[in-house]
């Protein structure tokens, strides 16, 4: 069964900083891989998702994340972060109709 | 277009009963997997259903059950609650999973 490790459970940064959320998952197949977003009191929103084709994928509200295959890492990025861009990622692998996530990594961005 | 809908919102119940969840799905949509996210953690996988049969489970016990119509809304049963069942449970719609999938904003459910 696949896993996913997000590396850091809380990432503070300024506004305007760039920031990275990291990722690695583990699985003996071929995986699909996303980034969700959960701000409080909220359902999961998709940010981005690789199926396959470019490494690099672009998502909503200037994110972008690139897959590795070597390094089973999948990291998210973002090159100039808001207060609004405060909340909870949480990375995900899918595989055969099974959805696992991350343990997530809270995001706060400070003025 | 609705999204997924998930009801009730907030939901407290004691020890030892029994509760119901109930999820519709995003239109088009005829999968609907269900998640627990205690305080603090990833969301965890209890079961995914499809054409209302149970296709995947996680690891979770038998007191967690569940049910999907033929309009492919889905219901989520826990008996005997503990207390260590407290938590956000999300219910998730797709139609193909590799497009990713739809949540619901969840059910908070508080045991006391």
């Known amino acids: 069964a696949q896993s996913v490790t997000q590396l850091d459970s809380q990432v503070p940064v300024f506004e305007e900083a760039p920031v990275e959320l990291r990722c690695n998952y583990s699985?003996?197949?071929?995986?699909?891989l996303f980034w969700y977003v959960q701000y409080p009191n909220q359902g999961l929103q998709l940010l981005l998702k690789?199926?396959?084709?470019?490494?690099l994928v672009k998502g909503i509200n200037g994110f972008e994340a690139e897959f590795n295959k070597s390094q089973t890492s999948f990291h998210l990025r973002k090159p100039s972060v808001h207060i609004s861009d405060t909340a909870e990622y949480f990375c995900?692998?899918?595989?055969?109709?099974?959805?696992?996530f991350g343990a997530g990594t809270r995001l706060t961005v400070k003025p | 277009d609705a999204g997924v809908t998930q009801s009730p919102t907030h939901l407290i119940k004691t020890r030892g009963q029994q509760v119901t969840l109930r999820c519709s799905p995003k239109?088009?949509?005829?999968?609907v997997s269900w998640y627990q996210q205690a305080l603090g953690q990833g969301p965890q996988f209890i079961f995914q259903?499809?054409?209302?049969?149970?296709?995947q489970r996680g690891n979770f016990p038998d007191r967690f059950s569940g049910h999907q119509f033929p309009n492919y809304s889905s219901e989520l049963n826990v008996n005997a609650l503990l207390l260590g069942d407290s938590a956000l449970y999300l219910c998730?719609?797709?139609?193909?999973?590799?497009?990713?999938?739809?949540f619901g904003s969840g059910t908070r459910l508080t045991v006391v």
């Open positions: 998730a719609s797709s139609l193909q999973g590799i497009l990713g999938y739809t």
């Open positions: 699985s003996s197949v071929s995986v699909y």
């Open positions: 690789y199926l396959s084709g470019s490494t």
């Open positions: 995900a692998v899918y595989n055969n109709n099974d959805m696992r």
């Open positions: 239109s088009g949509h005829d999968t």
């Open positions: 259903y499809y054409e209302e049969e149970e296709r």
